[in-house]
Every structure is written in C-alpha cells, then in structure tokens.
C-alpha cells in the first residue's frame, strides 16, 4: 500500500516555517510522505498551505496560493486542499463561506488535527522535533510564541496570543538534536525576543538562555531576532559583546523616530530612549551590526516627521535596514482610532527616499570592509562564485559574500576571507589560505 504524499506550503516569515517543519516531521513519524513546496505535478494526495495573515501583500499572497492549489485540485493534480496558520486562525469563520472549494480549514497550530485527519493512528513526535528545509548547516530556532506589546498597528497579538516563553531545557534540548544533524548556526526568533522568560521565570532572562546555549559543542553561531526597544535587558548585551559564539548583529524593530507617531503607534518608547539606546549598545558590543525596520505614511505622519525618520537614519548609519508603508489592518487599534489619511503615493514616495538614502549609507558602509578579513560560513556554489555569508548577514535578507573560486570550498563549512570588492549589497572576497 503506497503512502499518502503531503506536500507542505508554508508562506510569510520564519516562524511560519518552523511551525511547517514541526507538521512535516509529524507527518513523517505518522507514515506519511512528507514534501516541501514541491510543484503541482508532483502528485501529492493532500497539500496543505501554512498561510500568512500580517499585512495586506501577504494576506493577499496566501489567498492566491489557495486559489491555485483549488485550480491544481480541479484539474486532478491533488486530491485535497488544506489550509492552516495566520491567515485561517483570523479569518476562521469568514473564509471557509468565501472560499468553499477548500476541504479543511485549521488554525495556526493545529498540527495534530492536520496529521489526524490524514491517519487514524499515529505516533507521538517530539514537541521540538521537525525537518529542517532550509540548508542542513542553519536553522531558525523559535524561543516564544505570541506577543503582549499590542503595538497599534500591528495584528500579530490578535492572530497568536499573549506571549509564552519555551521552557529553557527544551530550548536547549532542541539545540543539542539540531547539531547532532549538522547545524551550526542558529537564527534565534520570536515575535517578540527580549521579553523571553518573563512569563515562566519571572524575569527577562534572554541573556541567561544565550549563555547556555552557546555552551553547547557544536554550536558556532547564535544569531538574534526581532527584539524590542523598550524595556531592552541591557545584560544581554555583555553576552554578545563577551562570548564569541554570538553573532555581533542585532535585529531590533525600531518603526519611528518622531515622538508623536511612536506615541500613535504605542511603541512604549521616546525618540530620546531610542537614541540612548542604540549608543548603549554600540559602546557596549563594538562592531556590532544593527539591523532596523522602519514605517512611512502612518496616521499623523507629516512631512515634518518623515524628515525627522530621515536624519536619524542619516545620524545612525544602520548596516541594515528594511522599511515599509504603513497599511491599515482589521481590528487592530490604529485601525479603530485612527484614519488612514496618507495618500497611497505620498507612502510610496517616502518610501522610496527613505531605502534610497539607506542605499547611500549601505554603499559606503560595504566599501568600508574592502580589505577586511571575514569568517564566512558557506551556503552554496554557482558557476564563478562560492556564495557564503558572515556573522553579520542574516539568510534570505542580508547581504552576502562571493567567494571566487581560487581553491575548493564546501558548503556548510566556513573560511577566512579577504574582501576585495564591494556592493551595496554584496561583498566579493578570496579565501585565505
């Protein structure tokens, strides 16, 4: 008797893949074949579809998603079209009467309803096991779950709940089974990572859970994530600065500068802090790269106030930055108080100066590590180049580093390399023999 084949489809951030490679190994343990993102003909008999519900251009990228795989249905492709995560935990009873051609509807993580619908029987899998699809030598490593922040723009709290550490044990324990399978950096995420064991422990204990699992053999970088400005431990950042294992990088979502709108977007932080702030942690771990998100076109955000946004990324140079345009969401606060009064091209026009003028600095800021020596760890080759990244680049969304191929080089491990070049966004570099 063949196995039921389940190709797994997950959209929208890394959280979201964690939770898919915690369904594909539930499958697997349970008989199934389990695939990833494999294409229509494959011939799966059930694809589920791991949906995105944060902001307008992910919502609507999950609904087309569904809509091809209910077309690859008709045609024969697939038998049954599931769909589970953010966008079917908020939507719950309104998309299963728009979209009826959908077999199964779950929530976000209803990972035991999925594998039971499949199989009347099957194994208990570990809480922290999972396959991982992204290259075998990192993985992303989820320490909390929802959010208690309740930012007014933001609808994460309402798709996910209050926050909720992991047990450390548990943290470490996955870590320890992750490196037996040969990786070797670990990309920490949470919604919202410096509020971790606050809840379980009593205190923010981010730093402690750093220390020990940088303590583990086989560990060589811890990378971290979507930490919060206000209420920063500053313990952390004697870990980052101390223990080599951790990554000089730091990715912290700072959204405004302008007192008015961070007090709109109840960000629980002044402009002043956010400033004390990053010159605490700049003295504090030298060489660190900061990486920020911003928001343009928020209700209230004049001119005066997006040229605030302006000087101060001008001021604080961020080796990197990502930004987007403000877009009103369902329930959320902003979306009950506030009018979405931005034109849709004013948006796009601060848009656009706002990544130009981070264009500028990233240049001149790439320039800057000509000569310098990097240890890379290598992701993959192409034809001219060995493609690797370095304790600053972060997968998919960071800069990488084009190794030319003077001498063999193998994927997943790392090299010394000099940097000769240099990109806005690539660095081009020879290994040191």
């Given at each position: 008797m063949s196995k039921t084949k389940v190709n797994v489809i997950s959209l929208g951030c890394s959280k979201n893949l964690i939770d898919a490679e915690r369904l594909m190994r539930m499958l697997d343990d349970a008989g199934c074949v389990a695939?990833?993102?494999?294409?229509?003909?494959?011939?799966?008999?059930?694809?589920?579809?791991?949906?995105?519900?944060?902001?307008?251009?992910?919502?609507?990228?999950?609904?087309?998603t569904i809509l091809n795989w209910i077309k690859a249905k008709n045609e024969g492709f697939v038998k049954e079209v599931c769909v589970m995560g953010c966008l079917s935990e908020r939507y719950r009873k309104e998309l299963p009467i728009e979209i009826e051609e959908?077999?199964?509807?779950?929530?976000?993580?209803?990972?035991?309803?999925?594998?039971?619908?499949?199989?009347?029987?099957?194994?208990?899998?570990?809480?922290?096991d999972r396959i991982i699809t992204t290259p075998r030598h990192h993985a992303y490593l989820k320490i909390a779950e929802g959010c208690n922040r309740f930012c007014a723009f933001c609808a994460i709290p309402l798709i996910t709940g209050r926050f909720h550490s992991r047990p450390i044990e548990e943290i470490e324990a996955e870590v320890k089974l992750m490196v037996s399978?040969?990786?070797?950096?670990?990309?920490?995420?949470?919604?919202?990572?410096?509020?971790?064991?606050?809840?379980?422990?009593?205190?923010?204990?981010?730093?402690?859970?750093?220390?020990?699992?940088?303590?583990?053999?086989?560990?060589?970088?811890?990378?971290?994530?979507?930490?919060?400005?206000?209420?920063?431990?500053?313990?952390?950042?004697?870990?980052?600065?101390?223990?080599?294992k951790v990554c000089k990088y730091l990715d912290i979502a700072l959204?405004?500068?302008?007192?008015?709108?961070?007090?709109?977007?109840?960000?629980?932080?002044?402009?002043?802090?956010?400033?004390?702030?990053?010159?605490?942690?700049?003295?504090?771990?030298?060489?660190?790269h900061i990486r920020t998100t911003l928001m343009v076109g928020y209700p209230g955000e004049t001119e005066k106030e997006f040229e605030e946004?302006?000087?101060?990324?001008?001021e604080q140079r961020f080796e990197r930055m990502g930004a987007f345009a403000y877009c009103e969401e369902d329930?959320?606060?902003?979306?009950?108080?506030f009018v979405d009064e931005?034109?849709?091209?004013?948006?796009?026009?601060?848009?656009?100066?706002?990544?130009?003028?981070?264009?500028?600095?990233?240049?001149?800021?790439?320039?800057?590590?000509?000569?310098?020596?990097?240890?890379?760890?290598?992701?993959?080759?192409?034809?001219?180049?060995?493609?690797?990244?370095?304790?600053?680049?972060?997968?998919?969304?960071?800069?990488?580093?084009?190794?030319?191929?003077?001498?063999?080089l193998t994927k997943g491990e790392f090299c010394n390399v000099v940097i000769t070049e240099a990109m806005p966004f690539e660095l081009i570099g020879e290994p040191l023999l």
């Open positions: 695939g990833f993102e494999c294409p229509v003909d494959w011939g799966a008999d059930l694809v589920v579809i791991n949906t995105c519900g944060f902001i307008g251009d992910a919502k609507e990228e999950s609904i087309d959908v077999d199964l509807w779950f929530g976000k993580y209803d990972w035991t309803g999925i594998v039971s619908h499949i199989m009347a029987k099957h194994p208990a899998s570990a809480r922290y399978r040969g990786v070797k950096e670990f990309n920490i995420i949470a919604q919202e990572l410096t509020s971790y064991g606050l809840d379980l422990y009593g205190h923010r204990c981010l730093a402690d859970l750093i220390r020990r699992l940088a303590k583990i053999e086989g560990v060589e970088w811890l990378r971290l994530h979507y930490a919060y400005p206000a209420e920063f431990p500053l313990e952390l950042l004697d870990v980052m600065a101390n223990e080599p959204q405004h500068i302008s007192d008015k709108v961070l007090m709109g977007m109840r960000r629980h932080i002044t402009g002043k802090e956010t400033r004390a702030l990053l010159e605490k942690i700049r003295a504090r771990v030298p060489g660190i946004l302006m000087e101060f990324v001008r329930d959320t606060i902003a979306a009950k108080t931005v034109p849709e091209e004013v948006k796009q026009s601060r848009l656009d100066r706002l990544m130009a003028l981070q264009e500028e600095i990233s240049t001149e800021l790439q320039q800057s590590k000509v000569g310098q020596h990097l240890k890379v760890i290598i992701d993959r080759e192409e034809e001219d180049y060995y493609v690797g990244r370095s304790q600053y680049d972060s997968p998919e969304v960071d800069p990488e580093v084009l190794i030319k191929k003077t001498q063999q």
